[in-house]
Every structure is written in structure tokens, then in C-alpha cells.
């Protein structure tokens, strides 16, 4: 074949391979089979191998990288990327629609379903897909392509020809479908992985791997909601502009309506709060936007927001099931901490069977019965929680809740102090406490093994390899290979990653340890008072409490660690084993973030805010649990708690978690 009939044959496979890309993923109706649509693009595949000349950009083969990168370049949005206000109130919705009539008379409104996703915005010149950006701090965002070029539902040539020749700029949102949060999670199972807590946590993590062969195999997709209008359009309705881009292969959120007034924008919320849970995705509520164009420009915006749109968020969904039974989890600390095993049931999205209890007391206070019949909620529709029993619906056979006098996984006593609500397991040997202090050790904030999940760790307490942490660095090649899953790669993997974990700063390999009250920025603060391990055990409560950051109770409770025979027999092993317990003393080194002050809340989608912590603390900042004056930023993640609240009444500055990881890009 000469290459003129190569370039048609290659513009034919790649408009027929991207039809049925559009069928397959986004109309979800499919007109070849599997095996016919392989042979197109393994066709294609060869032809542009033969002729590397002919290769493109747009081509579906060219969908997944090459090598990893070594992180994200930093990108300046061409338009502002805004966020929504957003509200739980008819009675706000209400008053929205006032203020816009006041403004610009009457409007009327495009609603749409929220996706819970992760926004992003997609450019497009003369029809070619060229560039995709995160959010960021709405001004600048990171550069993931490569990444969006995975996601098959993201046309990489538009179909028509409307904005071929202009460039378009779509924002739109990309999300974890359901059916492939669940077979992640599964997959995540088998290899002995922590499940994903919920499909936005899952595609935010995912969109930030370096690896665009990684997300490729996470099953992303993309919907858009809003194309800026590019110049070749001189119309006024946004409803119109979006049914146009629908037209170019771009998929839309589908069932969007033009609303002509508050009214029937109230009737789709009504309409949609039970059907949105028989959708494949996850929707947490309604985006109200004003259709004129004209009107948006001369309602204009706030300093965060525009002022012509409102996203409405529905209310936590609660449902009714059964309490089967309550478990108890033994901690890193050794308190028993009640879990909820309920009778499935599936509730904003995902199938719920298990749900904190806290602790004695609150099953107390909300008079659970096994047996009973119970109210649950995801709490900002991530979390289960048991709100309260129906104790209307009991038939007798319910019983009463009874706190064990023995540890259910050791046969140990339990231990209840009188300052605490919790009861304990006081046996340093028991396995459960063993199993999530090793999990501690080897965490990222920590000494950071590499490969030493949870579900390996299991295997090794399990089989009496591993009975202390300083085992460890005794572990070899033979035993390792008798385990399962874990052939020559990942025994090797793992064996490295040991190896390296030796290298780790002091305070993290304290912070490993597990001393009771000490978190990371405790064990940083007693790093910079205390060269190596053999002056801080020397050091007297006292001093201990002077410390910043060390108060009286954790100041006992290093003591306390460091009195007790068993740990310092630990000690020496890591010693001997070349773990680092000594400061390492860097010359002139810089602290860009020396002299502020950090508080973190709410959880957060990219890291444990330990590891947020350590970042900052590395920086030569301070960290904090509690706001005051002093306080310099406050990093809010998921679901964040008062220290919010009393951060904007002292005005002190508010990181989103996109603007903290961008302040710690540039510093």
C-alpha cells in the first residue's frame, strides 16, 4: 500500500472508529461488536505504524501516553473558572430569582442535573481537542491532557462542523460512572488495596496519577455543562448554544430544560430528587443558570461566584434498614470501636453495610438494639451514619448491646479508664494492634514502604512473619514469596521499599511509632527541640509539656513510651536494623513557609491531612489544631467542622485543598 491510499484508509478507520466511540460511550448504543470494533483499531494501529508521517493527535489510537510524567505544568485559565453558590433552600432559590429580576426583569432559567464530579475545562481548536485543565484556584489550573485523552466519552475531533473552524472552550465535569466505582473497588480488594470512599474521592485521586496508562484502566467519563460561547456565535440563548455543542459529539448533561420561570425550575428539583438514584452516575442536586447571555453579562459576578447561577443541592438521603448485628474494631490504641452491620442497602449511590458507631456511649444515647430498625444517612453523602433506632417498628426480638469483658480478638482483659468512654485492649501483643501499627509504620506519612498494604500486612502478624515492627527489616526473599500475591516483582518491590524506608527523617519514623497523642506535627516539634532519639528519652515531662504543640497529656504519654522496656528494646532493634534516629542537619537550608501558621479541616480528597501537614511542616511552617489570631491559612477540605466558622469571623485566610496543593507547588 503507497501512502496516498494509506491516508485514506487511515481518515476512514479513524471517522468510523470515532462514530462508534460516540454510539458505544456516549449514546450507550453500540452498532458493531467488540471484536469488530478491536480489528478497526488494531487496523488503524498498524497502518499509522507503517506510516509514522500520518500520524495525529485526534487519532483514537493516540488516546494513551507514553512514560509518566514527573508532575502537572501549571496553566493560566484564558477565563476565569468560576465556582457555583450553592444552597439547600427553596426559600434561598426564591430570593435568587428576586435579585435577578431586580436586576434584569424576569428570566428565564436552563436547570441541569449536578454531577458529582470533578470540574474541568476542555479547549478545542478548529476542532481538535488540545488541551484540558483542572479547576485549580479558578485562575491557574493543572494541565491533565493526557489523562483527559483517556476518556473515550471526550471527542478528540469534534463531529460537525459549527465550531471547526473557532476555538471552543467547554467546561464540564469528569466522574467515576458507578458500575466502574464498583468494579474498581472490587479490583482495589483483590489486591489488598483500601476501597475508594465514594466515585468523586475516586476520580479526583485518579486524575491526578502521572501515569495516563493507570487512569486509562479507571473508566472515567466526561459530561459537559457549559461551553463558553466562542465568537462565531452571535445568539443569546444558552439553551441553544449547549444543544449546538450537543451536536459536535461533545457529550451534554442530558435532561436539561428551559424553565421560564422559579416555578417550573421548582418542579424539576421536585422531579428529579427521587429519580436521580436510578441514574448510572452520581448527582447531587440542580444547577439553575439564567439563559440570556446578555442578562449573565449585566449580572456579573462576586469575587468567587457568578451571580447567575445557583447550584441547589438536595438533602442527605436517609433510608430505613435493618441493625444485624454491631462488631468491634480493635485500634492502633486498643479501643474497641462499635461498628453497624446493617442489612444492605443502597443509598446516594452505593450500597451501604457498615457504619461507625463511635463508641459505647453514643449507642447508648441513640437506644440501639440489634435487631432494630434504623434511620441512615450518607453524611455529606459520603460517610454512613446511623441517625437513630424506630424502636415503633421492635417485635421483641431485638436485644441490648453489651460492651464484652474480653478483647474479641486476643481473649486479653479490656481496660476502662475513667476520663475515657472507650475500653481497651491493654495487650501490646494483640494482633488487631499490631496489624494498625504496622499500617502506621509503613504509611506515606510515615516510613513509607512501598507495597506494604493492609492486606499483606494481615498475612504477615497472620503467620507469626511479623510480630513487631522492627521485623520488619528481617524479612527475606523466601518468606515473602510463600505469601499470596506476591510473586518475584512485588516480593522485590517490597524489599526496596523497606531499603528505602531507612533513609526517612527522624520525625517521620517517630511519628510511626505510634506514641499515643503524638501525630505529625508533635513528632516535627520534638525533632527541632531534640537532636536524636537517646536525648528525647532522656528528657523529663516537664520539659516535654514547654514544647509547642506537646501539651501535658501527650508530654506524659511520650514518657510513658519511652519508660517502657518493651519499646525501647524496638528501639534498638531499628537502630541496629540503620533506621534513622538522629536529626539530619542540613546547612543553609530553605524554609519558604517559615513564620505561618497552618490549621487543617475537613478530609481531604488527595492525602490524610497528617501527610498535608508534614508538607507544610517541611516548609518550615507551623501547624496548629485550633484557629486563632495567629493563625495564617485555614485548609478546608470535605465536610469541615467550627474551626470554619471561626476562621471567617477572625478573617483569616481560606484555602480550598486545589489552593493549598498550588501554594505548595510554588514554595
Given amino acids: 500500500m503507497d501512502k496516498n491510499s494509506a491516508l485514506k484508509r487511515i481518515l476512514e478507520l479513524r471517522k468510523e472508529i470515532n462514530n462508534h466511540n460516540h454510539y458505544y460511550y456516549v449514546l450507550a448504543k453500540p452498532v458493531i461488536s467488540d471484536a469488530e470494533y478491536d480489528a478497526l483499531m488494531k487496523e488503524l494501529i498498524e497502518l499509522e505504524s507503517r506510516f509514522p508521517n500520518l500520524q495525529s493527535p485526534d487519532s483514537p489510537s493516540q488516546r494513551v501516553g507514553g512514560k509518566p510524567l514527573q508532575g502537572f505544568k501549571q496553566v493560566v485559565h484564558e477565563f476565569r473558572m468560576m465556582s457555583l453558590d450553592n444552597t439547600y433552600s427553596i426559600d434561598d432559590l426564591k430570593e435568587f430569582d428576586r435579585k435577578v429580576k431586580d436586576t434584569v426583569g424576569k428570566q428565564a432559567y436552563t436547570v441541569q442535573q449536578k454531577i458529582d464530579g470533578v470540574a474541568v475545562s476542555l479547549r478545542y481548536e478548529d476542532g481538535v481537542f488540545i488541551q484540558g485543565l483542572t479547576r485549580g484556584d479558578g485562575l491557574t489550573g493543572d494541565d491533565i491532557t493526557l489523562n483527559l485523552r483517556t476518556i473515550k466519552t471526550i471527542p478528540l475531533k469534534l463531529h460537525n462542523s459549527t465550531f471547526n473552524s473557532d476555538t471552543l472552550i467547554v467546561r464540564g465535569e469528569v466522574y467515576m460512572p458507578l458500575s466502574s466505582f464498583q468494579r ?282 511479623v510480630k513487631s515492627i522492627a521485623d520488619i527489616y528481617e524479612l527475606d526473599k523466601a518468606q515473602l514469596l510463600e505469601l499470596e500475591r506476591m510473586g518475584e516483582k512485588s516480593v522485590q518491590n517490597l524489599l526496596e521499599g523497606i531499603q528505602t524506608s531507612k533513609t526517612r527523617p527522624f520525625d517521620r519514623i517517630l511519628f510511626g511509632l505510634g506514641i499515643r497523642f503524638l501525630g505529625s506535627t508533635g513528632a516535627h516539634a520534638l525533632v527541632e527541640h531534640f537532636s536524636n532519639i537517646d536525648e528525647l528519652m532522656t528528657v523529663s515531662t516537664e520539659e516535654l509539656s514547654k514544647i509547642e504543640g506537646i501539651g501535658q497529656i501527650t508530654a506524659q504519654s511520650v514518657k510513658d513510651f519511652f519508660s517502657n522496656p518493651r519499646n525501647l528494646n524496638l528501639l534498638r532493634r531499628l537502630r541496629k536494623a540503620g533506621i534513622r534516629l538522629q536529626r539530619e542537619e542540613t546547612a543553609e537550608k530553605n524554609y519558604p513557609l517559615k513564620g505561618l501558621s497552618f490549621v487543617f479541616t475537613g478530609a481531604m480528597e488527595t492525602m490524610p491531612r497528617d501527610e498535608a501537614a508534614t508538607k507544610v511542616l517541611e516548609r518550615g511552617a507551623k501547624v496548629s489544631s485550633s484557629v486563632s489570631r495567629k493563625t495564617s491559612y485555614l485548609v478546608v477540605g470535605q465536610n469541615p467542622g467550627s474551626k470554619y466558622g471561626k476562621a471567617k469571623k477572625l478573617g483569616i485566610k481560606i484555602l480550598s485543598e486545589d489552593e493549598f496543593l498550588n501554594l505548595l507547588k510554588t514554595s
Fill in 184 to 465: 474498581n473497588n472490587l479490583e482495589r480488594q483483590k489486591q489488598g488495596l483500601e476501597p475508594f470512599a465514594n466515585p468523586r474521592n475516586a476520580t479526583a485521586g485518579s486524575l491526578k496519577l502521572l501515569d495516563s496508562r493507570e487512569l486509562a484502566k479507571r473508566g472515567l467519563a466526561f459530561m459537559a455543562h457549559s461551553p463558553l460561547r466562542p465568537k462565531s456565535w452571535d445568539g443569546n440563548s444558552f439553551y441553544a448554544l449547549i444543544c449546538t455543542l450537543q451536536e459536535s459529539g461533545i457529550p451534554v448533561i442530558p435532561d436539561i430544560e428551559l424553565c421560564e420561570d422559579i416555578d417550573k425550575v421548582l418542579k424539576y428539583i421536585e422531579n428529579w430528587e427521587e429519580k436521580r438514584h436510578n441514574l448510572p452516575y452520581a448527582v447531587d442536586g440542580v444547577v439553575i443558570k439564567v439563559n440570556s447571555l446578555l442578562a449573565r453579562q449585566k449580572l456579573g459576578a462576586t469575587a468567587k461566584a457568578p451571580r447567575w447561577a445557583v447550584a441547589y443541592k438536595y438533602p442527605a438521603e436517609q433510608v430505613t434498614t435493618r441493625l444485624l448485628d454491631i462488631e468491634l474494631n480493635v485500634s492502633r490504641t486498643g479501643s474497641l470501636n462499635p461498628v453497624a452491620i446493617l442489612k444492605p442497602v443502597h443509598i446516594s449511590g452505593t450500597m451501604v453495610s457498615r457504619a461507625s458507631l463511635f463508641n459505647e456511649q453514643e449507642i447508648r444515647r441513640k437506644a440501639l438494639k440489634i435487631g432494630d430498625w434504623v434511620l441512615v444517612e450518607k453524611g455529606g453523602e459520603i460517610i454512613p451514619k446511623v441517625i437513630k433506632s424506630i424502636p415503633e417498628r421492635r417485635d421483641g426480638s431485638e436485644r441490648e448491646f453489651k460492651m464484652p469483658e474480653f478483647c474479641p480478638v486476643c481473649g486479653s482483659k479490656l481496660k476502662k479508664y475513667p476520663d475515657e468512654v472507650a475500653y481497651r485492649c491493654i495487650n501490646r501483643d494483640c494482633p488487631a494492634i499490631l496489624k494498625a501499627s504496622l499500617a502506621l509504620y509503613a504509611s506515606r506519612g510515615a516510613a513509607d514502604i512501598e507495597g506494604m498494604g493492609y492486606k499483606l500486612i494481615e498475612q504477615l502478624v497472620d503467620k507469626g512473619l
